[in-house]
């Protein structure tokens, strides 16, 4: 079966935009099958990387030993994101250099995907400009063996309940993520676990339905424990936790030292949401290594401006405007936390307001 016309000529066009542009590869985001070994001759010498529905698309890509591809599950989330997500996979996985760039292929319009010819656009991406501001690459950093993928769905996820609250009233929320089988004995039930009893996909954080459930049950006591795969595995469990190993500034209450007491226990991630600044922090290894303002300065990108401290916000008055999507987190790495006897009532000098 021929390549319909379309997609071809979109081939041959990004074969010769890679070409003029010195792109790293063509990224080939799709979930139509293809005729792929005309796909491969159509693209010659140029690197392509499938960005597809593993599952759907597995026995036959799988035929073609020569194709680079990304796993990247179908789900309700905007081309962008899944666009997001293909380069941050083909980064994280040396796939893409993380300064290159990368032509890709894609079906912008959103147009009927059933359509013979659903592949419509064509775009050029240089990944400095996306994945640096993100800071994404910091994720990695962070040396946990949670991958890079589920730590940005909870950061993010994490983010929004700080920034939004839930009926007006700010929230807080305690997730730990990863390592589940030494974690799960530190656990002990508070309420009845919200999860129990559905299936694997019904709990899983990829699904918007999921993290907007999550949102409502961050209002209950306890905390969430979420699988390195991002299946959500319990919910309001109370997390027993010596806290003598660990060492955070005066100021944080029993949630953020639980968080860090856990990740110092564990090999989980713990991310924590406070409730009485909005800001998000991630815990390694007993310490804080991330921290994510609560009313974002940059919308869309991720950063690393802005120094540390735990501020109050007030409790009335106008709350963040959420923003949607998944890159629009300003993060910072590993800057000191200021050591004041009352860090959590100070106002930042650096603005951190
Ligand atoms: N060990 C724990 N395990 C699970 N959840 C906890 C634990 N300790 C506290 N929490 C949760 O954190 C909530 C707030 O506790 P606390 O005010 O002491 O935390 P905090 O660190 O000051 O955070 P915040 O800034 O949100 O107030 C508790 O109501 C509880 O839901």
């Known amino acids: ?117 659903p592949l419509d656009s064509l775009s050029v991406i240089h990944l400095n400009d996306h994945l640096e501001k993100m800071k994404l690459s910091d994720l990695r950093r962070l040396k946990s063996t949670v991958p890079v993928e589920t730590l940005r769905r909870v950061i993010d996820l994490a983010a929004q309940i700080g920034r939004e609250g839930r009926e007006g009233q700010p929230v807080g929320a ?62 309001c469990v109370y997390l027993d936790v010596p806290s003598k190993d660990v060492e955070l500034p005066a100021g944080f209450g029993s949630r953020h030292w639980a968080a860090a007491s856990v990740s110092k226990m564990t090999k989980a991630v713990a991310i924590c949401v406070s409730q009485s600044s909005g800001s998000v922090r991630v815990f390694v290894g007993g310490k804080q290594q991330m921290y994510v303002a609560a009313t974002p300065s940059r919308p869309h990108l991720w950063s690393n401006v802005r120094l540390d401290t735990h501020v109050s916000r007030p409790t009335t008055g106008l709350m963040p405007q959420p923003v949607s999507g998944p890159f629009h987190t300003p993060v910072k790495l590993n800057l000191p936390i200021p050591h004041s006897a009352d860090a959590k009532d100070s106002v930042s000098k650096n603005g951190d307001a």
């Open 1 to 117: 079966m021929a390549l319909p016309p379309q997609t071809l000529g979109l081939l041959q066009a990004a074969r010769c935009l890679n070409t003029h542009v010195m792109a790293d590869a063509v990224v080939l985001l799709t979930e139509t099958q293809l005729e792929w070994s005309e796909v491969i001759a159509e693209m010659g010498d140029t690197r392509l990387i499938v960005a597809a529905d593993h599952a759907k698309l597995a026995p036959r890509l799988r035929e073609e030993g020569t194709l680079t591809v990304i796993n990247l599950p179908i789900d309700s989330r905007s081309i962008q994101e899944r666009l997001g997500q293909a380069l941050l996979e083909a980064t994280c996985s040396g796939k893409l250099k993380e300064m290159g760039r990368v032509v890709v292929i894609y079906n912008g319009v959103l147009n009927d995907p059933n359509a013979p010819e």
């Open 174 to 235: 305690l997730f730990v993520v990863g390592d589940t089988e030494n974690v799960l004995p530190l656990c002990r039930p508070i309420n009845f676990n919200p999860f129990r009893g559905y299936k694997t996909l019904d709990r899983s954080l990829v699904q918007v339905k999921v993290r907007e459930q999550i949102k409502e049950l961050a209002k209950l006591d306890g905390a969430f424990i979420i699988t390195n795969k991002g299946i959500a595995k319990e919910g």
